[in-house]
């Protein structure tokens, strides 16, 4: 094999996986049709999921450096009382401002650290299968050829080439609403309203208080949609803000780009076909309201990163690469839900939606509903784990029983103290392996574990400020895999062996 892995699409989500493998000493290539990126800023936010994936890869200080934070975001161009970070308990209470260009050359410059080849104006054409691998055709100015890997994975978004020649279905709703974005100049000063919700849509506008380069967002409610690939005029565009805003505005030449979007909602049928799986925009889009299609793939990446390493090393149990598609369909599956549910809150009717809106408005004042709806979108409240209907463990068993309420979720970030010195859980998992922590006296916990070291870091230390568990198992991703309360390891060889394979090695 010339490599254990290709990856399709050097987008934030293809960037991502393809460091996770790396990371794991898997031999990966990442090809883009496109010969220079984009640069288009779809999206411009991190939300708290990703800020805490990138903290426990020790890269979170990279993005953080220039970037703003909010505290708080709309739900459904709410304003009023918007979603509030500190109703989450996370160590990062917060959403991190970072324009998608930035992100991925900040992801790209990771890749190289990590020796990831990224062969641009390369363009997946053909694929087969078999037994032993997947052949993938590739276009480029120089011709035609053919790289042999072990699997192909296709973050190449929305209009996936790799979903198509899988033959994967991508079943969901058509779109319904007409939506177009341009990044362009505004030369008026002090426009009077950032966010306009008139009787036919909605015009966002993002420009500095003195006028300038910004962005303009127009969502048109019952006008045609014309196709995505459909070029965007600059008359096209001011039509549309005369339309929904009421009044005509001096928009100048394009500065970067102009893009057409819209409501339509799918979701690959099944993210893995035999050795070719799908993460990102390829397994699902939505309306981008919330900003969370680039944070979700993101979580996709994370998610299957290790579980595709284990497969290639030989040590993955049994349904462990299954197990990528039962968690992270469910949760992308929800992500559309929210989006679709938002939209409809965003609906300009007056005779019906804005009486909802009203009522929603209260809601999102009660602490428990913020706090629901907050975690929502900022992806903190996905669970792995417990039944194979829930989305695990990979072999359907149930686990420990009765399961602790860490189990599945995303680990605390425990302040530590060890023979080593101080430090935080997240910079345990910077190496992506798992980790057995054991905050116990005795240590029983990390002498079960011991087998596992081949495979997992098993680590005690103290916790002053207090821990929610006496002993910690926690996936490369940064989710729990099993908790106990005290000195005992009950259920933790199980949890061991259903998420990191035999204790011999093999």
Not at 253 to 258: D, L, T
Not at 262 to 284: K, M, N
Request: proline share 7%.
């Amino acid at each position: 094999m010339e490599y254990d892995v290709v990856v399709a699409g050097s987008g934030p989500v293809g960037l991502t996986l393809a460091c996770e493998l790396r990371l794991a000493g898997v031999r990966v290539l990442v090809v883009d049709r496109l010969t220079e990126p984009a640069g288009h800023d779809r999206a411009g936010v991190l939300h708290t999921r990703t800020v805490e994936c990138l903290d426990i890869r020790g890269l979170l200080d990279r993005f953080e450096d220039g970037a703003d934070t909010v505290s708080g975001l709309p739900f459904a161009g709410i304003f009023s009382k918007g979603l509030d970070h500190g109703t989450l308990d996370t160590g990062h209470p917060y959403s991190l401002l970072v324009p998608q260009s930035r992100t991925e050359e900040l992801l790209t410059a990771r890749a190289a650290e990590l020796g990831v080849p990224i062969r641009r104006g390369h363009e997946v054409v053909a694929l087969r299968q078999d037994p032993d691998g997947v052949s993938v055709g590739i276009r480029t100015a120089d011709g035609d050829q053919e790289v042999r890997a072990r699997y192909l994975v296709g973050c190449d978004g929305g209009r996936s080439t790799v979903r198509r020649l899988a033959g994967i279905p991508f079943p969901g709703f058509p779109a319904s609403v007409s939506a177009m974005i341009g990044y362009v100049t505004l030369p008026e000063k002090d426009v009077p309203r950032r966010w306009q919700r008139t009787p036919t849509g909605v015009v966002v506008l993002a420009f500095p208080p003195e006028g300038g380069t910004g962005r303009v967002v127009v969502i048109e409610y019952g006008r045609e949609h014309p196709s995505p690939q459909d070029p965007v005029t600059l008359e096209e565009l001011r039509a549309g803000v005369r339309r929904v805003y009421g009044r005509e505005l001096g928009l100048t030449e394009p500065v970067a780009w102009m893009s057409r979007f819209s409501d339509a909602t799918r979701q690959a049928e099944r993210y893995r076909s035999g050795r070719v799986l799908l993460a990102g925009d390829a397994a699902h889009i939505h309306f981008p309201i919330g900003g969370q299609g680039l944070n979700t793939g993101v979580h996709d990446a994370m998610n299957l990163g290790w579980k595709l390493a284990a497969e290639i090393g030989g040590w993955a149990p049994e349904g462990l690469l299954d197990s990528y598609h039962e968690e992270r369909h469910r949760a992308g599956a929800r992500v559309l839900t929210y989006t679709r549910a938002q939209l409809a809150l965003m609906n300009p009717d007056e005779h019906h939606v804005t009486a909802l809106r009203e009522v929603f408005e209260e809601l999102l004042g009660l602490q428990d509903t913020n706090r629901l709806l907050t975690a929502a979108l900022n992806g903190v409240d996905v669970r792995y784990g417990g039944t194979a209907e829930e989305g695990g463990p990979p072999d359907g068993g149930d686990g420990p029983e009765p399961r602790h309420p860490l189990d599945g979720l995303f680990a605390p970030d425990l302040v530590l103290e060890g023979e080593h010195g101080s430090g935080r859980l997240a910079e345990l998992l910077h190496t992506g392996r798992g980790v057995l922590l054991d905050l116990t006296e005795g240590g029983t916990p990390a002498k079960a574990a011991r087998p596992w070291e081949h495979r997992i870091d098993v680590v005690r230390a103290r916790c002053p400020a207090g821990a929610p568990a006496a002993a910690l198992l926690v996936r490369p991703d940064g989710h729990v895999a099993w908790a106990a309360d005290d000195g005992t390891e009950r259920g933790l060889r199980e949890a061991l062996a259903r998420w990191f394979g035999s204790q011999d090695g093999r």
